[in-house]
T-cell receptor
Framework: AQTVTQSQPEMSVQEAETVTLSCTYDTSESDYYLFWYKQPPSRQMILVIRQEAYKQQNATENRFSVNFQKAAKSFSLKISDSQLGDAAMYFCAYRSATGQGAQKLVFGQGTRLTINP | NAGVTQTPKFQVLKTGQSMTLQCAQDMNHNSMYWYRQDPGMGLRLIYYSASEGTTDKGEVPNGYNVSRLNKREFSLRLESAAPSQTSVYFC???????????????FGEGSRLTVL
């Protein structure tokens, strides 16, 4: 079974600085999808960014970008120019591309990000 | 644009009581899910329904039952609540994976359940 590990329970960053959240995963598959979700205090789960494993190019969404290292099974999230509204719990998630695993997402434990003004 | 709606938002139960969490989605998605969120453990899959008429166990199904009532609705039932089931529950839906679709999940707002 696939597992997702977020080794940083908490991170903090100064407003306007850059922060990187780590995520590693364990799989024997070659085709899969990776996601970062944000959960602000409102509790709503919001998709931040997604990455297809077959794409070598790292995904980018405005101030959010990923560093996808397939061989190392690493999928880190970089937030540039941090804003107070970025304060949230961030979850990394994995989804198989085929088979029964394609039916569900496996989540990491989460990293709580604090933005210091 | 409602998306995924789950009720109730909050509930307090006594040990041994039963209750049903309701979930409905209006995005015409085939797949629906129930996750629970506990501190330090992320989101863990309880049950999912890949399509109308099918349900499958996830990682932590014990103590729960589900019903896929129709394509829109997927309910989660606690027959005899236990303190270990105190958690935040999320319903989600998605299109199944297909070429060109990553199949990300769309979540409801969560339901906080406390079992005393």
């Amino acid at each position: 079974a696939q597992t997702v590990t977020q080794s940083q329970p908490e991170m903090s960053v100064q407003e306007a600085e850059t922060v990187t959240l780590s995520c590693t995963y364990d799989t024997s598959e070659s085709d899969y999808y990776l996601f970062w979700y944000k959960q602000p205090p409102s509790r709503q789960m919001i998709l931040v960014i997604r990455q297809e494993a077959y794409k070598q190019q790292n995904a980018t969404e405005n101030r959010f970008s990923v560093n996808f290292q397939k061989a190392a099974k690493s999928f880190s999230l970089k937030i540039s120019d941090s804003q107070l509204g970025d304060a949230a719990m961030y979850f990394c998630a994995y989804r198989s591309a085929t088979g029964q695993g394609a039916q569900k997402l496996v989540f990491g434990q989460g990293t709580r990000l604090t933005i210091n003004p | 644009n409602a998306g995924v709606t789950q009720t109730p938002k909050f509930q307090v139960l006594k040990t041994g009581q039963s209750m049903t969490l309701q979930c409905a989605q209006d995005m015409n998605h085939n797949s629906m899910y129930w996750y629970r969120q506990d501190p330090g453990m992320g989101l863990r899959l309880i049950y999912y329904s890949a399509s109308e008429g099918t349900t499958d166990k996830g990682e932590v199904p014990n103590g729960y039952n589900v019903s896929r009532l129709n394509k829109r609705e997927f309910s989660l039932r606690l027959e005899s609540a236990a303190p270990s089931q105190t958690s935040v529950y999320f319903c989600a839906s998605s299109e199944p994976y297909a070429t060109g679709r990553t199949g990300e999940l769309f979540f409801g707002e969560g339901s906080r359940l406390t079992v005393l």
